[in-house]
């Protein structure tokens, strides 16, 4: 079935360091991809979509490229803030299934 | 504001208590969802509706009823729940529950559950 792997965590990083936090996938067709973040306390939020190879989504300075040929959707930022602080899920939706989840990645950002 | 509301925002009760877990989506979305998300576990997918039908059930214990009246409230009612029950019950809600992009996801704020 089609699922998806995310770096495992905790992540701990400096204010105005680089972030990356790795997805690969696995999926029948042709998915769109997605992450979305939980701050704490809240529920998910969507972050940014791509719906096809090549695509870029991006939103509050994270990108991710949808990359067909390495089956990956890997989230970026150039200079993290302590309020990026939060939990970070990659998902994927492919034909007639339900959203599928990674098992999160916790980010903290210290000052 | 996501524009899905859940309450209470926390519950505590007992194993021999019933109570539900109430979930309302302003959105016009034709589709609903229950998650589970325990600590150190993936989310778990509970239930899924589409235009107030079950689509989805993944083997949820039977003390876990969820009822969908109309296309905008969800409920999840509990009753003789265990400690390992305790958890985030996460709502959301869809334009459509498959098909890409009409799948895109918003979600509650969750109802934080003990269970003593």
């Known amino acids: 079935g089609d699922s998806v792997t995310q770096m495992e965590g905790p992540v701990t990083l400096s204010e105005e360091a680089f972030l990356t936090i790795n997805c690969t996938y696995t999926?029948?067709?042709?998915?769109?991809l997605f992450w979305y973040v939980q701050y704490p306390g809240e529920g998910l939020q969507l972050l940014l979509k791509?719906?096809?190879?090549?695509d870029k989504g991006s939103n509050k300075g994270f990108e991710a490229t949808y990359r067909k040929e390495t089956t990956s959707f890997h989230l970026e930022k150039g200079s993290v803030q302590v309020s990026d602080s939060a939990v970070y899920f990659c998902?994927?939706?492919?034909?007639?299934?339900?959203?599928?989840f990674g098992k999160g990645t916790r980010l903290s950002v210290i000052a | 504001e996501t524009g899905v509301t859940q309450t209470p925002r926390h519950l505590v009760m007992g194993m021999t208590n019933k109570k539900s877990l109430k979930c309302e989506q302003h959105?016009?979305?034709?589709?609903m969802y229950w998650y589970k998300q325990s600590a150190k576990k993936p989310l778990e997918l509970m239930f899924v509706?589409?235009?107030?039908?079950?689509?989805e059930n993944n083997s949820v214990p039977s003390r876990f009823s969820p009822e969908c009246p109309n296309s905008s409230h969800l409920f999840l009612h509990l009753h003789t729940l265990q400690p390992e029950d305790s958890a985030l019950y996460l709502c959301?809600?869809?334009?459509?529950?498959?098909?890409?992009?009409?799948?895109?996801?918003?979600f509650g704020a969750g109802t934080r559950l003990s269970v003593l």
């Open positions: 959301a809600s869809s334009q459509d529950w498959t098909s890409g992009a009409k799948n895109i996801q918003y």
């Open positions: 999926a029948t067709g042709y998915p769109s």
């Open positions: 791509a719906t096809k190879a090549d």
């Open positions: 998902a994927l939706i492919s034909g007639n299934t339900p959203l599928v």
């Open positions: 959105l016009g979305h034709n589709a």
């Open positions: 509706y589409s235009l107030e039908e079950r689509v």
